[in-house]
């Protein structure tokens, strides 16, 4: 079966940076759109970046010029790096690869 993990999440001061990986297996990585989710508490799921199989990459506009999604074929890994991190930023975000979700990490971005 796939199987999704994110990490990397944590606490982090507003205007610091993490960076997420999420490591995918049971499902040909390379051929397949994968994107980013977040969900704040009370809010609905929204996208966050996407990037397709040749590199094509799309962000949410809250997050444009801050949040850089890529991915590592060889390793059957994705990342979103995320810059200048704002509180509003605080939810736990979820990697998504063909219809198959990952468990989530929470990200919390204090003032």
């Known amino acids: 079966q796939v199987q999704l993990v994110e990490s990397g999440g944590g606490l982090v001061q507003a205007g610091g940076s993490l960076r997420l990986p999420c490591a995918a297996s049971g499902i040909i990585f390379r051929s397949n759109i994968v994107a980013w989710y977040r969900q704040a508490p009370g809010k609905q799921r929204e996208l966050v970046a996407s990037i397709s199989s040749i590199g094509t990459t799309n962000y949410a506009d809250s997050v444009k010029g801050r949040f850089t999604i890529s991915r590592d074929n060889a390793k059957n890994t994705v990342y979103l790096e995320m810059n200048t991190l704002k509180p509003e930023d605080t939810a736990v975000y979820y990697c998504?690869?063909?219809?198959?979700w990952g468990q989530g990490t929470q990200v919390t971005v204090s003032s």
């Open positions: 998504k690869v063909f219809n198959s």
